[in-house]
């Protein structure tokens, strides 16, 4: 086998790969939205979540426990079960969303969603293809991402416009950063190759989640920005 063919095969397994976490992320992002748009067709059942704080508290703190696991623990268990507890999480994500849905028209939520995917895209295509190494900027964009975390902690209190508006834009540029770094960290990880088939699925899926929780978190800080509030 020469190296032309080499090549050929590790590129076509590359753009398999990294297809296969684009794959994932769109269906969690559809089990999301179905979830969220099944939800609303429901108004009791919609209502029992919002009304009571134990029920709410409960989703959100499985919502939790299940990303914290599955990012922990997805290498260590097999693809099937990540599989599954991928597709929960963002089942579960999709009622949480629910409530900056109803907060939004309809036609800015779907706009903003429409401005996400195509920032998503753009970011995505720039980190899988830049020579540079985006290590630094991934260092930068986790640093930025802790400072907007306590920022908007501190304005539960607060109340400050400022703050709010000020951690918005950062929180933005940040994951925006996160978008770029993370693609091409798949891409190195793909590089470096893997064991099985298995473990190649289960990488895809964790993949997955990072680049699901990066586009969810930039469409809510843009919606923020492009959305307009129901009466």
């Known amino acids: 086998m020469d190296n032309k063919t080499i090549i050929s095969q590790g590129a076509s397994s590359e753009a398999s790969f ?5 794959l994932w992320m769109a269906l969690g992002l559809t089990v999301s939205a179905t979830t969220s748009f099944a939800l609303m ?9 919002f ?3 134990v029920l ?4 959100v703190v499985a919502e939790f426990a299940l990303v914290i696991w599955l990012s922990a623990a997805a290498m260590r268990m097999g693809a099937s079960l990540a599989s599954l507890l991928f597709l929960a999480y963002s089942a579960l994500n999709g009622v949480t969303l ?14 903003t969603f429409a401005v996400t995917a195509g920032t998503f895209l753009f970011f995505s295509v720039y980190g899988a293809t830049t020579k540079k190494d985006l290590t630094s900027v991934g260092s930068l964009a986790m640093m930025g991402l802790i400072g907007m975390i306590i920022a908007s902690v501190v304005n539960i209190f607060l109340k400050s ?5 000020i951690s918005t834009f950062i929180g933005i540029a940040v994951f925006l950063g ?21 473990m190649e699925k289960k990488s895809a899926i964790l993949g997955a989640l990072m680049l699901y929780l990066d586009f969810i978190n930039l469409f809510i800080l843009l919606l923020r ?7």
């Open 225 to 231: 920005v492009f959305g307009k509030r129901r009466d």
């Open 51 to 53: 009304t009571k704080p």
């Open 178 to 198: 996160l978008i770029a770094y993370d693609t091409q960290k798949l891409k190195n990880i793909r590089a470096m190759g893997f064991q099985d088939a298995e």
């Open 18 to 22: 990294i297809s296969r976490v684009y």
């Open 161 to 165: 416009p400022v703050v709010y508006w």
């Open 41 to 49: 067709a429901q108004p009791a059942l919609l209502q029992a979540i």
């Open 56 to 59: 709410l508290i409960g989703i």
């Open 98 to 111: 629910t409530a900056i849905f109803l907060a939004y028209t309809g036609v800015s939520v779907l706009t």
